[in-house]
């Protein structure tokens, strides 16, 4: 069971880029999925998740900025961030947590974002 994350770069403030994380190995429709992310010298922290009810939660920080989504018959989950700003700079991890509670972790994609 994988997580493959893609879509991260390099980024002028103000703009956008789409995230996107494809599972394979398994069905993800009954996953929770979501985006962590972690800045150099800083702790992972919460980005997005959507349940596999749909219900979506988001950091304080990226409301109204950023927009999480699934495809389950293409089992990716994505990130739509827009208005980024140079403080979401960050190496961006996908998650997953199936309904028994194991979890998988992708390898990570660098976003970067010039002032």
């Known amino acids: 069971v994988q997580l493959q994350a893609s879509g991260g770069g390099l980024v002028q403030a103000g703009g956008s880029l789409r995230l996107s994380c494809a599972g394979s190995?398994?069905?993800?429709?009954?996953?929770?999925m979501g985006w962590y992310r972690q800045a150099p010298g800083k702790q992972r922290e919460t980005v997005a998740i959507m349940t596999r009810a749909g219900t979506t939660n988001y950091a304080d920080s990226v409301k109204g900025r950023f927009t999480i989504s699934r495809d389950n018959a293409k089992n990716t989950v994505y990130l739509q961030m827009n208005s980024l700003e140079p403080e979401d700079t960050a190496v961006y991890y996908c998650?997953?947590?199936?309904?028994?509670?194991?979890?998988?972790w992708g390898q990570g994609t660098q976003v970067t974002v010039s002032s």
């Open positions: 998650y997953s947590r199936s309904y028994f509670g194991r979890e998988y």
């Open positions: 190995g398994s069905s993800f429709s009954f996953n929770d």
